[in-house]
């Protein structure tokens, strides 16, 4: 694909091209005449960058181009701006001016368009040293050997989209430029966001809603937020930096009194800029009334979002939350999201309902396809029909849910229904895109099951066959197809009821003599404690600590197991004759087999002193439970191996003597 366009009004006359190859496209664009300048972009696909070409292509015929050879049509001439030729007579003017800087002054002054920039345009022009008329340029030379350059008035007709404000500056100067600086631009490469970033997000991926007034040096832009407004009523604007380009810091100029602070800056022109702050939210009022009106469970559970848990967090701060954790929360219902879910900064992606009385979610369809992942386990939800847009659910004990509504949520990636009424699968052959399937504690039978995932498999496999993206197997919380009780016991209950699951290990680990899967076992139960322990770590609770302690502390010792085949029990000290001679001994044996002991994320070094409990915590996990720091502190002091020191607080450290 290739095309050659051109526009032509009374002052402008350029050129814009665009040619597609296999992935790429190159469009070249600038003044009749000229080289032009010339820009490739790549895509992962020719359809999407057929496509991308496409849509710039038809943009540019909608602002006016015309395809090279064709005649102008009476619209173009209608949409056209006539622009004065008394421009031409006022450059004249500037140039044989007799008061340079005041002239200057007086045809820059347009640039002044927020309040307190008119004093701003007379310091800088006063930096003014001459000026000149360059074939259809103005040039304006400054005292530090910089120079300003002003393209004829522009057609604002090709910039309908921008605020009011940057059409007048199109009106005086289409373009006005510096080495680094160029307002006017208009073109801005909106493939430099990922999907997902902040910036993507705020203009909802969308590249025609991306307007740039302003262009940096070669690595930044000044954009205008689609949202945010100053105190007369345009957009705000915020610089992107191609390294930053997550972060979004707005002010509150227009474009015009933005380029005058950014020229200031650039040809080192010290000069004391207005401040305008973010105009006052015309909402506050109402934004302070939600909050007063919420329940205390409301209140706190949005408290408990942030890491200050006292602080009563802004309206504006709870907008910048993705996710939502209200287990175990005293919250009734979701009514209080009905305000947040209506401002489009609002990106809620995940919520947990976990055991909360809320049962009506019909608001969260307010959130669109931002919300993937929602728990609602516990809850007397009956109607999920309104999320048909997420990817996860997790419905864990939900005895009052319809699976009526669970049909139309096609889009799951991930379902889990454990322990609900569960008792058909055969809804969920049209669930294209899932993977993972939870459905322990239901009255579903091995029968139904296997039935299910055998027609579900090979399903899936046919779809593969002429899929783009290949999809994995589905995966299931149920193995029906595992013969053995035991080995089955410890898949089912793995993430299901994991105490089960470490009981049923134990008793295979009993029969280790007869089995030849016994690292396969230990693997099985290390993965199983580590993804425990990790979903308790951060469980402050009594009963998370403990959980927490739990499996922390099983799943070293499986890994002690695993690296050592030391399967023994850790016996009282108590019933050894010597203790202390005991303990003389094992503190060698440690120091020679320390390898054995990284399980418990002890590194012991022979030339590095290191706390006497390392060795006391060791002796305790693998050998006798009850051994004390006393005992071990007095081995110590007996051994020939090791030598200690004891610092100000009591506390012994060894190493090895050398």
């Not at 100000?648 to 060894?654: L, S, T, V």
Request: charged fraction near 30%.
């Amino acid at each position: 694909m290739q095309h050659r366009l051109i526009f032509k009004d009374e002052k402008s006359d350029k050129f814009w091209n665009v040619e597609v190859s296999g992935k790429s496209f190159t469009v070249t664009y600038g003044k009749t005449g000229t080289a032009g300048t010339s820009q490739t972009k790549t895509f992962d696909s020719e359809k999407k960058c057929l496509k991308e070409a496409e849509k710039l292509l038809s943009e540019k015929l909608k602002k006016g181009y015309m395809k090279k050879g064709s005649k102008t049509s009476p619209q173009n001439k209608k949409t056209s701006v006539k622009t004065s030729d008394d421009f031409s007579k006022e450059w004249e003017n500037i140039v044989n001016s007799k008061n340079l800087q005041k002239d200057l002054t007086k045809h820059f002054l347009y640039l002044a368009d927020s309040p307190g920039f008119e004093p701003i345009v007379r310091k800088v022009f006063e930096h003014a040293k001459a000026a000149k008329i360059n074939k259809n340029t103005l040039v304006v030379e400054f005292k530090s050997g910089k120079t300003l350059t002003a393209s004829p008035p522009g057609n604002p007709n090709s910039y309908k989209k921008f605020p009011k404000s940057f059409l007048k500056l199109i009106e005086k100067h289409n373009t006005l430029k510096t080495d680094r600086l160029e307002l006017g631009k208009g073109y801005f490469d909106f493939g430099i966001f990922e999907e997902g970033g902040r910036v993507y997000e705020t203009f909802n991926g969308n590249a025609t809603n991306v307007l740039c007034p302003l262009h940096y040096w070669e690595d930044s832009d000044w954009i205008y937020h689609p949202t945010e407004k100053n105190k007369k009523g345009e957009p705000a604007i915020f610089p992107v930096i191609h390294e930053l380009e997550d972060e979004i810091n707005p002010i509150y100029y227009n474009a015009g009194s933005l380029f005058l602070q950014q020229l200031a800056d650039e040809f080192e022109i010290e000069i004391e800029m207005p401040v305008i702050e973010r105009p006052a939210d015309p909402f506050a009022d109402v934004k302070s009334a939600w909050w007063n009106n919420l329940s205390e469970a409301w209140k706190q559970a949005l408290r408990d979002q942030f890491e200050n848990k006292e602080k009563e967090p802004t309206f504006e701060t709870i907008l910048t939350l993705e996710k939502l954790n209200l287990n175990g929360t005293a919250i009734t219902d979701l009514k209080p999201l009905e305000m947040l879910l209506s401002e489009k900064k609002f990106k809620l992606e995940v919520i947990r309902l976990n055991d909360t009385a809320v049962s009506d979610l019909s608001i969260l369809a307010m959130a669109g396809k931002k919300l993937f992942s929602v728990d609602i386990s516990g809850t007397p939800v009956k109607d999920v029909s309104m999320l048909k847009e997420i990817n996860f659910l997790t419905a864990d004990g939900c005895t009052e849910l319809d699976f009526a509504t669970v049909v139309k949520l096609k889009k799951l990636n991930r379902l889990s229904l454990r322990d609900t009424k569960l008792n058909d699968l055969e809804f969920l052959h049209d669930f294209t895109q899932l993977e993972q399937l939870n459905i322990n504690g239901t009255p579903l039978t091995d029968e139904q099951i296997e039935k299910f995932h055998e027609r579900f498999k090979k399903n899936r496999s046919e779809k593969n066959k002429t899929a783009s993206y290949k999809r994995d197997p589905l995966k299931l919380d149920i193995h029906p197809e595992i013969e053995d009780p035991l080995l089955r016991a410890l898949a089912d209950n793995s993430d299901y009821k994991p105490e089960l699951a470490l009981e049923a290990g134990e008793k295979l680990l009993a029969q280790r003599a007869e089995r030849k899967d016994v690292k396969q076992i230990l693997k099985d139960l290390i993965s199983i404690c580590y993804k425990q322990w990790g979903e308790y770590i951060h469980i402050k609770t009594p009963k998370g600590k403990k959980k927490f302690k739990f499996f922390n502390q099983s799943e070293k010792r499986f890994r002690y197991i695993l690296e050592t085949g030391d399967f023994s029990t850790p016996v009282s000290i108590a019933n050894v004759v010597d203790p202390i001679a005991e303990i003389v001994e094992l503190i060698l044996f440690i120091y020679k087999n320390k390898k054995n002991y990284t399980s418990f994320n002890t590194i012991i070094k022979d030339d590095s002193f290191f706390h006497v409990r390392v060795i006391q915590r060791i002796i305790s996990k693998t050998k006798y439970h009850d051994v004390t720091i006393a005992q071990v502190e007095e081995a110590v002091k007996k051994s020939d191996y090791v030598e200690y020191e004891i610092n100000e607080k009591g506390d012994m450290y060894i190493k090895v003597r050398k």
